[in-house]
Every structure is written in C-alpha cells, then in structure tokens.
C-alpha cells in the first residue's frame, strides 16, 4: 500500500512540475513576444517620418513610398502571432527597398533628419533582431518540452500549444532589394 501511495505521490509530483513548468514556459514566450511588440511599435511610429523625409527628395519614387506604408499598416493590423510574423516580414522588406532607394540621391543620404531617422531605425532593427533571438529560442524550449516524452502527456492533456517562430517566409527575403530606374 505504501509502495502505492509513494507513486501516486511521484506521478502527482511530475504531473504538477511538469504543468508548472508549462506554464512557465508560455508565459515567457509571451513576455518575449510583448518585448518584440515594443520594438515594433517604435518602428511603426519611426516610418511615417522617414517616408515623408524621403518623398522630398524622391517624390516621384511613390510606388516604393506607399508600399512602405501599406506595408507598415498590414502589419499593424495583423491579427494572430503567425500573420504578424508574415506581415512583419514584408514590412522588412519594404524597408530595404526604401533604404536601396535613399542610397540614388546623394542630398538624401546627407540630410540630417534622414541620417537621424536612418540611424534610429537601425537602433530599433538591433533591438528587435536581438528580441526576435530572444523570443524563437524561448519558442524552442516551449516546443521541445511540449513534444518530449513524458511532458507531452500533460501538454496534451492541458492542451498546451506549440508557438511560431519568427523566420522569414521564403528564400526571396533572404535577397538585398534591386532598385531600378
């Protein structure tokens, strides 16, 4: 009877370790992704201001300009985790381009505000580089302990799911911008 009730106490233990941890796990990915979301929210409110910088310079380069900022407002109203890590991804893009586009007029790539724009956004792409680290390496703790034997029989049971990385979609983002005239 002892011998019973010590492994019931052993599975009861392991159940609710393994829970906690669970739930430890989600709710640092979440952390993290609310940390990637700051940086986001600073780029979104950087962009309007180096696209108007911009279009006085290259005004009849709109097409790029208002990519840009369909861009930056299809990532702002991305709904799940997964559309915005898309959404963000084209936006990066984007931006690429914009910055392709800057380097064809040299008062441009001399202006103050442009230069000081220019360097905060780079600031913030640091920043949301090293979040985005952050965040996909807590995702693979979470994933791994969501698979792994035993762990999964409670991740199952309590329904704890696996989140996305934050990668590029396709091999075509992976490639610098051609900017052509």
Do not use: C
């Amino acid at each position: 009877m002892l011998i019973f009730l010590g492994l019931i106490l052993v599975i009861g233990l392991f159940l609710m370790m393994s829970y906690n941890k669970l739930v430890g796990l989600k709710n640092r990915v979440l952390e993290s992704w609310s940390g990637i979301d700051v940086q986001l929210k600073r780029r979104y409110d950087l962009i309007p201001n180096l696209v108007n910088t911009v279009k006085g310079y290259a005004a009849h380069e709109s097409g790029t300009l208002e990519k840009v900022i369909q861009a930056r407002n299809m990532a702002m109203n991305a709904g799940s985790t997964h559309d915005r890590i898309e959404a963000e991804n084209v936006l990066s893009g984007t931006l690429k381009s914009l910055f392709a586009l800057a380097e064809n007029y040299p008062d441009l790539k001399a202006n103050a505000s442009f230069l000081d724009l220019q360097n905060k956004l780079s600031e913030i792409e640091e920043n949301l580089s090293n979040a985005r680290r952050y965040y996909n390496a807590l995702v693979r703790d979470n994933n791994t302990y969501v698979d792994s034997f035993p762990s999964n029989l409670v991740a199952n049971a309590f329904k704890f799911e696996k989140f996305d990385f934050f990668e590029l979609e396709s091999n075509e983002e992976r490639k610098n911008p051609v900017v052509q005239f």
